[in-house]
């Protein structure tokens, strides 16, 4: 069984806009530097919309529940890739089918490595991936650590934190998530940073991404409204939570500083 982390009700105060479930991957293997604070993220910014959010969490060997919305997945240890892959090969063509669906999800660093094709280890093993993205990464002799920011025509700035040795390079017509400003991104050499295939977006970035960034948030979150055949709310609901000054001004900084 998939074990429930916590369901609340929306705050907006009046009736619910209706219920999103949330699915957490792997978080025993897959959930460092952070990546958990994403989750939180969508689930808050879904609640002060007025959104009942209820999140699963799926680990190895589990059900995998239905009706999901919005997967979320985090960074790991080539160790902890190695551990989930048996089962993300098994789950493979139920996350493709959600994914072509237009279900939203975003995975973070070490699964998205596992979304492509595969990941090389610097051991020399070849761990598989389920080819969600058309890219694949090579382990590298260092590693790519520090504050990036990139650009996109999709979610303008975006702002986080890398730390990887895998070197992911994207097929020709597969579209990143960004173009780096500032770091390394996918490879440290062409520019591009993530990928984003249907309403997926692979990325390195850390640290959580989410409260940074609170536009991707909000694309997720219409994308899984959507999902739910729920109406988005959007703006139209002026909870205190959805004020984006101190994010604004944390990624101007963020934006300004050198790596
Ligand atoms: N093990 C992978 C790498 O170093 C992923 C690391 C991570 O998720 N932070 O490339």
Request: with cysteine; charged share 20%; glycine share 14%.
């Amino acid at each position: 069984m998939s074990a429930q982390f916590y369901e609340h009700s929306g705050e907006a105060g009046g009736a619910s806009a209706g219920a999103l479930r949330v699915l957490q991957l792997y978080p025993r293997d897959m959930n460092i530097y952070g990546d958990w604070g994403n989750t939180r993220v969508l689930a808050r910014r879904a609640q002060w919309r007025g959104y009942d959010v209820e999140v699963l969490s799926y680990d190895p060997g589990d059900e995998l529940p239905d009706g999901v919305h919005l997967v979320v997945g985090g960074g790991g240890q080539d160790s902890g890739q190695e551990r989930i892959t048996a089962d993300l090969q098994a789950r493979a063509a139920e996350l493709r089918a959600w994914a072509a669906d237009g279900v939203p999800m975003l995975v973070i660093c070490g699964l998205y490595q596992l979304f492509g094709h595969r990941f090389l280890t610097a051991r020399g093993s070849e761990i598989p991936g389920i080819s969600v993205f058309d890219a694949e990464t090579v382990a590298g002799d260092g590693r790519l650590i520090g504050n990036i920011t990139t650009t996109s025509e999709v979610f303008g700035g975006i702002v986080g934190y890398e730390n990887h040795s895998g070197l992911t390079t994207l097929a020709p017509n597969q579209a990143p998530f960004g173009r780096v400003r500032s770091g390394d991104g996918n490879n440290g050499q062409d520019g591009t940073e993530g990928a984003l295939a249907h309403h997926v977006i692979g990325t390195y970035l850390h640290g959580s991404l989410l409260p940074k960034n609170p536009a991707v948030a909000d694309w997720l979150l219409e994308r899984a409204a959507r999902a739910a055949g729920l109406e988005w709310v959007g703006d139209a609901v002026a909870h205190p939570g959805l004020d984006g000054t101190w994010a604004d001004r944390a990624r101007a900084v963020a934006m300004s500083r050198p790596r």
